[in-house]
Every structure is written in C-alpha cells, then in structure tokens.
Nanobody, 117 residues
Framework: QVQLVESGGGLVQAGGSLRLSCALS????????MSWFRQAPGKGREFVAR????????YSADFVKGRFTISRDSAKNTVYLQMNSLKPEDTAAYFC??????????WGQGTQVTVSS
C-alpha cells in the first residue's frame, strides 16, 4: 500500500522558515514526479512545486519563486519543501503527491503550516 507521510509543519512568525518532508513508502514503482500542493481554509487546492524524479528538474508556482525550494533524496524516497520568507497568506494545509509512471496519483494526509503576522 502506497503511503505518503508529510511532516515539518507548524506555527511560525512571518519572515520565518520551515522545511516540510514527505516520505514515500509501500510503492512498487519509481516515481515519475512528486509535488507539493496547499489548501487554505475555504479555498481550493493549489499547486506549489513539482520535481521530476529522474532528472531532478523542478517547477514552482509564481507566488513561491525565490522563497520556496523543492528537492528530493532518491535514496530516502523523500521530497522536501524548504520554505523561507513565509507570509501569513502561506497559511494552509500542505499536501504531498506522487505521480507513478502510469500517471496514477497518490496523496498524503497533509501537514498544517500556520504563519502569524
């Protein structure tokens, strides 16, 4: 059974940093890509960043460029999201997603990030 476990969320002041982790286990495939999404209260889920597993190429939403960095540790089957210069509007539940080579998606349960002003 594929499992994605996010960690690293919490409460931080504006301007602070957090590092989210997402560990993949129980899979029998090599990931095609892993991504981070977020969902603020009362809003839809939005894309944050993606990393291609084979090449490490990354793509980020415009609103996080220069502040958030996605990376991976292939040996640990883990993807990270380093978040710097956090703003109150970054407050959301952050979700990890893995896309398998057959393009099937699996989601984690999410980790809460709260940024106080």
């Amino acid at each position: 059974q594929v499992q994605l476990v996010e960690s690293g969320g919490g409460l931080v002041q504006a301007g602070g940093s957090l590092r989210l982790s997402c560990a993949l286990s129980g899979h029998s495939f090599t990931p095609r890509a892993m991504s981070w999404f977020r969902q603020a209260p009362g809003k839809g889920r939005e894309f944050v960043a993606r990393i291609l597993w084979s090449t490490g190429a990354t793509y980020s939403a415009d609103f996080v460029k220069g502040r958030f960095t996605i990376s991976r540790d292939s040996a640990k089957n883990t993807v990270y999201l380093q978040m710097n210069s956090l703003k109150p509007e970054d407050t959301a539940a952050y979700f990890c997603k893995v896309q398998a080579t057959n393009f099937q998606d699996y989601w984690g349960q999410g980790t809460q990030v709260t940024v106080s002003s």
